[in-house]
């Protein structure tokens, strides 16, 4: 890490004549051999620039998508939500969006989590699941279709009070 002192924070590199913090929040300031970019965040804070949030617009990310018995390497945008990823992995798969569970560091992940904001990387592992319940009413209609299984339908409702 590198420590600031206060008099080269406020030196002005520039030529037209502007001094302060007006010239180091407009351009670049150079200590010690590497550069070092200001940023003005909407709150009035003057702080460095990171240079991910750059990158991270524009990144794409290779993700391992791991079934049951095969393995999917998916590249998507980094700012993409698991829904879209769904969306992708719907025409690999031939699962349906609504179908399918995603799995990232041991929980299920919803539709509208973006996967930067959980803190998925490049060449992490996600894992994916058909829905156990529409996994058990396939197979229900499957063996109704063949004439094995005989289903019911029931015009019983529960009501809460």
Not at 45 to 60: P, T, Y
Not at 70 to 77: E, G, L, N, P, V
């Amino acid at each position: 890490m590198i420590k600031l002192r206060c008099k080269k924070f406020f030196r002005s590199n520039s030529k037209n004549g502007s001094t302060g913090a007006a010239a180091a929040v407009g351009g670049d300031t150079k200590l010690a051999g590497g550069e070092i970019k200001w940023e003005l965040r909407p709150g009035g804070m003057l702080v460095q620039k990171r240079e991910c949030a750059e990158k991270a617009g524009d990144s794409i990310i290779t993700l391992k998508v791991s079934t049951v018995s095969k393995w999917h390497d998916i590249s998507i945008q980094a700012t993409s939500t698991f829904g879209e990823l769904k969306m992708i992995l719907s025409m690999v798969t031939g699962l349906e969006p609504k179908e399918q569970r995603l799995l990232y560091r041991g929980k299920e992940r919803e539709d509208y989590e973006y996967l930067h904001m959980v803190g998925v990387k490049d060449k992490d592992k996600v894992l994916l699941f058909e829905d156990p319940a529409i996994k058990e009413r396939k197979k229900l209609l499957n063996l109704a279709a063949n004439g094995h299984v005989q289903v019911i339908e029931s015009s019983y409702h529960t009501i809460c009070v």
